[in-house]
């Protein structure tokens, strides 16, 4: 027989070890191991083999799936002997040693922890120091381990965790100075591992799952504990829990955010043995029912992953290459099955959420799981789809040109007759770095990547790509290309008639011999008329004065009337 060492983890070996000590051979104090085979107390070997199934769900405390079931019950009916162990078949153990380590690197893997990154960015009030760090706020971040604050966060005193997906308290012992501690909306179902906190005063655990209403006795150590919030928790259900509670824990002002007076310590004291008793009786009902409750969601579990790999196998089969004969309606089978595929989703997102559930830590976890589980497929459709770039039909089958604006962008195309060259003007990103711009200039055509998006535009003529220059305007970033194109047009000189060449060689002259005399303004007077300053004012005449040779004469002058005149008394004279 072929012998294969399978490696426990530390707590997975105390386990065992403890239930070989407990149970007896044949006695219900068995082992179940997920990987196929149901070790008994105090016997190496292995009943089965039971089908290879998928390791346990996460919500078991041991990432082996190991579920102690020591002080159950059996069920009524039940009274079959145990079948006689057998050696398991030749190299199954090692397909279940190898499958639970590929189930430990998913669990790793799966799971949200608290790292360096996480407390430094959450420590942003001191300057993302963590070593002097008071107060840090790691509430809905999807943590299922509690670890690292007590090394690296010495000084906390203020700690909250709410809203995560917690199932015990560790790695809190260390924080001496810890004042107030908040996990409250976890998994956790027992209070453990606070006796190091010595400075904690107040501890809110609302809405957990702590049915064991007896390890409160934890917290007598912790002396200047003040508050304690246990409201949403199972115990809080059983007859009697606020009188045990304020009977344990004396130390206590306030309980469930009610103040504890001293008669009611007093009458809590003086009835502390049968409550006792009574709170011992509802734990121990309680346990079992939460035993069931793993069991069924363990079931429930093995259920879902069987049905999903009935899913994953049909749609290998589905997805198998077809035919050379179907090859042309492949496109449309594709899509047929994805819209198949669709529905199918749907209508298992929708059993998923109707299905009635028990609320426990079990469901709790496995809806979480399914939010990610969904989530990552979104994503990864998501990235399958960036991957895929759309195939630009950039150049025809017949191998014609197209015209391809696909960043739509505005452009200007230009024909610089005078310079023989095309000028393209495209209105890039002002912003955009020059890195991301690819430009291609061919004989007839123009290409430019813009972010991986094509610009193409076919050219009116033939061009000269090696002599074309792209530059980047630096006032609105658009990308300018010039192209010269490629037949060089020879320009025809203007004629001169031979009446302006010789008016020209006279101006050549004038201006020669201009230039040897002084010149001086001269105003044409037939073209300009300016007024006579000297008579502006009227000579008077004079008559019968002095001798009349000396008299002058009458000079008169013809006035030529307006034709058009016409006198008017009502018009005043001018003067």
Same mark, same amino acid.
């Given at each position: ?365 496995? *809806?979480?799981?399914?939010?990610? /589980?969904?989530?990552? @497929? %979104?994503?990864? #459709?998501?990235? $399958?789809? =960036? ?94 290309? *010039?192209?010269?194109?490629?037949? /060089?047009?020879?320009? @025809? %000189?203007?004629? #001169?008639?031979? $009446?302006? =060449? ?74």
């Amino acid at each position: 027989m072929q012998r294969t060492d399978v490696r426990f983890m530390p707590e997975e070996k105390t386990l065992i070890s403890a239930c070989r000590g407990k149970a007896g051979p044949g006695s219900a104090g068995a082992l179940r191991l997920r990987s196929g085979f149901q070790l008994r107390s105090g016997s190496s070997s292995a009943r089965g083999p039971a089908p290879l199934g998928a390791p346990a769900p996460l919500g078991v405390p041991s990432p082996l799936g190991v579920q102690l079931l020591s002080g159950l019950q059996p069920r009524s009916g039940s009274s079959e002997a145990p079948a006689p162990p057998s050696a398991p078949p030749p190299g199954a153990v090692a397909v279940a040693a190898r499958r639970v380590r590929e189930w430990r690197r998913r669990l790793r893997a799966a799971m949200v922890r608290i790292t360096e990154d996480l407390v430094r960015r959450r420590a942003e009030h001191n300057n993302c120091e963590i070593f002097s760090l008071e107060e840090i706020s790691l509430h809905q971040q999807e943590i299922e381990k509690l670890e690292h604050l007590d090394k690296w966060c010495r000084d906390l005193k203020i700690l909250y965790l709410q809203n995560n997906l917690i199932p015990k308290i560790e790695n809190v012992s260390k924080l001496k100075k810890l004042e107030y501690l908040n996990v409250a909306l976890n998994n956790i179902e027992r209070i453990e591992n606070l006796e190091g906190c010595e400075e904690l005063k107040k501890l809110d655990l609302t809405a957990n799952f702590i049915g064991e209403l007896s390890s409160i006795e934890s917290l007598k150590c912790n002396i200047h504990l003040k508050e304690l919030f246990l409201m949403g928790n199972p115990c809080t259900e059983f007859e009697g829990y606020r009188q045990f509670v304020v009977a344990t824990l004396q130390q206590l002002k306030y309980l469930d955010s009610k103040e504890i007076e001293r008669s009611e310590r007093i009458k809590a004291l003086q009835n502390y043995p049968e409550v006792q008793w009574k709170i011992r009786e509802q734990e121990e009902a309680y346990l079992l029912k939460r035993a069931r409750e793993k069991e069924e969601a363990q079931k429930r579990m093995q259920e879902r992953k069987d049905e999903k790999q009935k899913q994953m196998d049909f749609k290998l089969g589905c997805d198998s290459p077809d035919s050379p004969q179907e090859k042309p309606n492949q496109a449309e089978a594709h899509g047929e099955r994805e819209r198949c595929r669709t529905v199918e989703n749907d209508d298992e997102e929708r059993k998923f959420w109707e299905e009635p559930t028990p609320y426990t830590p079990e469901s709790r976890l496995e *809806t979480h799981r399914y939010i990610e /589980e969904k989530r990552r @497929a %979104k994503d990864n #459709v998501r990235e $399958s789809k =960036k991957r895929e770039k759309t195939p630009w039909t950039l150049v025809t089958a017949e191998g014609k040109v197209l015209n391809v604006n696909v960043p739509k962008l505005h452009f200007s195309l230009k024909d610089d007759e005078e310079n023989n060259q095309i000028i393209l003007d495209l209105a890039v990103y002002r912003h955009l770095d020059t890195s991301l711009l690819d430009v291609d200039v061919q004989p007839t055509y123009i290409r430019v990547l813009v972010k991986e998006k094509p610009f193409q535009l076919v050219l009116p003529e033939e061009v000269k790509p090696d002599s074309s220059s792209a530059k980047r305007s630096q006032t609105t970033g658009h990308l300018v290309v *010039t192209m010269p194109k490629a037949k /060089e047009i020879i320009l @025809a %000189k203007q004629k #001169v008639s031979a $009446s302006i =060449k010789h008016s020209d060689c006279n101006t050549q002259q004038k201006n020669t011999r201009r230039s040897g005399q002084v010149e001086k303004l001269e105003v044409d007077p037939s073209k300009y008329s300016f007024p006579d300053v000297t008579k502006i004012i009227q000579e008077k005449e004079r008559t019968g004065q002095g001798p009349i040779k000396l008299q002058p004469q009458k000079v008169t002058e013809v006035k030529k009337c307006c034709v058009d005149f016409e006198k008017n008394e009502d018009v005043p004279p001018l003067i």
